[in-house]
């Protein structure tokens, strides 16, 4: 029975690495987070617009629907402006069993 | 401890505008396991995103697989019924392990291109090692996924009154759907996602329910008045031979929770680790578990002061008399203070913080399952277009066994504390096993698998024998778990000593990178652009997260 050894892991998971497309194809994860939170901020914040009395009894007086609505949007914007600042790095070029650590940071 | 049981009178007002903000984020979470399907071309891709995620994302996954609702409504059950104490779990029970973490072992996990916990075991000792450990871990994970999606069907059916099943096979087919098309960049994705709306959930309850006290110093001295005053202090009442409604004294709090049972799940729990080895390169996979520890260290606040507060409200919480059990605690508060908009939100976080537990346990199962077990014991040599199908059919199967595992738990109101402290066992000498295998080369090829056997096996003896059988006297359930942590430790390593004099060493030249003081051949990678900048720094990062903490602790002190 053949050993199975560091060696072999290397290898395998070296070339899978580099047929993997998370790299090249995952999208970003900031448009979808941003786009929750926007939608989710402006119907909260549509729901503090008119409270009833009711709510803001039961909430001490703090229009909660309000204030929890606008920071939701809050951030949803950030992260879009974040992403809009700060672009993904374009995938690398497909390249062989070389080092591919050259993009930058999100 | 997830809730066995939630009080009736629980059912929360909510209405259309809820449910549209709950399905707005089911719709998002299947929306990203579809957007991530383009991405997933080969194995590595389905079970470790490629090895190609950024640090922040990694790092709030990592946060947010912990933040599974067990944990949330554990928490503040606990923060209800043992007060202040909580931060145990969150600052010494979390930071020094996760630092660790990531300034010690991962340049091993990372460097040695293991894709699991188990995988690292088989090159650092052998076939049984890796094999007990695969089995053990898959059998957990499952259990646990399980115990997530009942915990979650009894908690929706005491808030919304849906029937237990509803929310067991709609939850649970929601998070086959994304892992199986998206693997595990759907699954670290949808815990980002999650990290966020939990925020979203607790912040107002917290807000609120400070409010309803009379702010922290109206909180801090009700508590005192009912409960006395180590009930909000960290360390009052912890003196050696000193009695507390915990059980525990300084020492099991440090030794127990802090470095053994904490240890043990940051540094070997796969679903944790697995996070940390899908980043892009070493700095990021250092980073991710440093990246983590913030949030953590103020996170217990927001599930704290919801125990507290209901602790204060609901004075007899606990007992009988109230109908409320300390489970109840976030639920009760959600009812009482959140108006419909808000209510969604939060109803949209609890759902979600079970849905990221479990999906962090299934994700790591079919990890394990086909990488270690199946591809190295079962089917041998086939193509790693077969294993991306394998994985695929696996999850599912997963799913549906954990939808087992859940209905079965539902029959037995008591298995699941049994369950909970049972896998405390599997961490701590998993626990044992890693860190004298890669700081002692001498430790020997067969000394993993008894050091594993024994450390688990002296566990459950404590545990089961010694302490309900009652042959030694802890009061809590906790109060023990910390003990059998610290028994489990001991046999292990004392096993792994004595079986590694008289047996065969792993030749040096096998041990590349595996053990403390050698390199990996392949971790020759020059530094990422950007990665030297003063706050990509790990140790900067690991050192300020541990002085922040124990600054934490101060105000708690004295």
Not at chain 2, 5 to 28: C, K, Q, S, T, V
Not at chain 2, 209 to 238: E, H, I, M, P
Not at chain 2, 260 to 276: D, M
Not at chain 2, 531 to 540: F, H, I, Q, S, V
Request: hydrophobic residues 55%.
């Amino acid at each position: 029975m053949s050993e199975f050894s560091e060696k072999d892991v290397q290898r395998s998971v070296t070339e899978l690495e580099t047929k993997s497309a998370s790299a090249a194809r995952l999208f970003d994860i900031r448009r979808i987070i941003g786009l929750l939170f926007v939608v989710y901020g402006v119907i909260v914040t549509i729901c503090g617009i008119a409270p009833s009395d009711g709510s803001l009894d039961k909430a001490e007086g703090v229009n909660i629907n309000l204030w929890t609505g606008l920071a939701m949007l809050a951030l949803g914007l950030f992260f879009l402006v974040w992403l809009k600042l700060r672009p993904a790095a374009p995938p690398p070029p497909p390249v062989g069993m070389e080092e591919r650590e050259l993009g930058g940071d999100h | 401890m997830p809730p066995t049981h939630l009080a009736a009178e629980l059912r929360l007002p909510a209405n259309w505008l809820d449910y549209g903000l709950l399905a707005i984020y089911f719709l998002f979470v299947l929306g990203v396991g579809f957007l991530a399907r383009k991405s997933v071309k080969t194995s590595l891709d389905f079970f470790l995103s490629g090895r190609s995620l950024p640090a922040w994302v990694t790092g709030l996954a990592f946060i947010s697989a912990n933040l599974g609702a067990t944990e949330v409504l554990g928490m503040a059950a606990n923060s209800a019924q043992y007060g202040v104490y909580t931060v145990h779990w969150y600052w010494i029970g979390a930071i020094p392990a996760m630092v660790f973490l990531g300034l010690v072992m991962m340049p091993f996990y990372y460097g040695s291109k293991v894709r699991s916990v188990p995988e690292f075991l088989l090159l650092r000792f052998d076939k049984s090692a890796h094999l007990l450990s695969s089995v053990l871990f898959a059998f957990a994970a499952i259990l646990i996924a399980g115990v997530n999606l009942y915990s979650l069907a009894i908690v929706v059916e005491a808030l919304l009154g849906w029937p237990e099943w509803v929310a067991i096979v709609v939850a649970g087919f929601f998070v086959l759907a994304y892992i199986t098309i998206g693997g595990l960049s759907s699954a670290i994705y949808n815990e980002v996602l999650q990290f966020f709306v939990i925020l979203a959930a607790l912040i107002p309850i917290t807000v609120l329910g400070l409010k309803r006290v009379g702010g922290w110093d109206g909180l801090t001295d009700s508590l005192t008045a009912q409960k006395g005053g180590d009930f909000v202090t960290a360390w009052g009442g912890t003196g050696i031979g000193s009695d507390n409604p915990l059980g525990a004294n300084w020492l099991t709090i440090v030794l127990g929770l802090g470095f053994v049972l904490s240890f043990g799940y940051w540094t070997t729990n796969f679903a944790e680790v697995q996070r940390a080895l899908s980043a892009k390169n070493l700095s990021a996979a250092q980073r991710t578990p440093l990246i983590a520890a913030f949030p953590k260290i103020f996170i217990v606040f927001l599930v704290m002061i919801p125990g507290l507060v209901a602790a204060v409200l609901v004075p007899k919480i606990g007992q009988a008399s109230s109908g409320l059990e300390y489970n109840d605690a976030i639920p009760y508060l959600m009812g009482q203070l959140l108006p419909n908009g808000v209510l969604g939100i939060a109803i949209t976080g609890l759902v979600a913080a079970f849905m990221a537990g479990m999906a962090a346990n299934v994700s790591s199962f079919n990890t394990v399952f086909t990488t270690d077990i199946w591809a190295k014991y079962v089917k041998r040599g086939q193509e790693d277009a077969y294993y991306l199908r394998f994985g695929r059919l696996i999850t599912v199967l997963g799913v549906l066994a954990s939808m087992g595992t859940a209905f079965l738990a539902s029959t037995f109101s008591n298995i699941m504390s049994y369950l909970q402290t049972l896998f405390s066992f599997f961490n701590v000498p998993m626990f044992v096993v890693f860190i004298i295998g890669m700081f002692w080369k001498r430790a020997s090829m067969v000394s993993g698998f008894w050091g594993l056997l024994a450390g688990t096996v002296s566990a459950m003896v404590n545990y089961f024998v010694i302490y309900k059988q009652g042959v030694i006297d802890i009061p809590s359930d906790q109060g023990a778990n910390f003990v059998s942590a610290i028994v489990g430790f001991v046999a292990g390593a004392v096993v792994m000593v004595a079986v590694s004099l008289f047996t065969r060493p792993k030749p040096i030249e096998e041990l590349q990178g595996l053990v403390y003081g050698t390199k990996s051949p392949g971790m020759s990678e020059p530094a990422a652009e950007g990665d030297d900048a003063w706050y990509r720094r790990p140790a900067l990062l690991g050192w300020g997260a541990i002085i922040l903490a124990a600054a934490c602790y101060i105000p708690f002190s004295f």
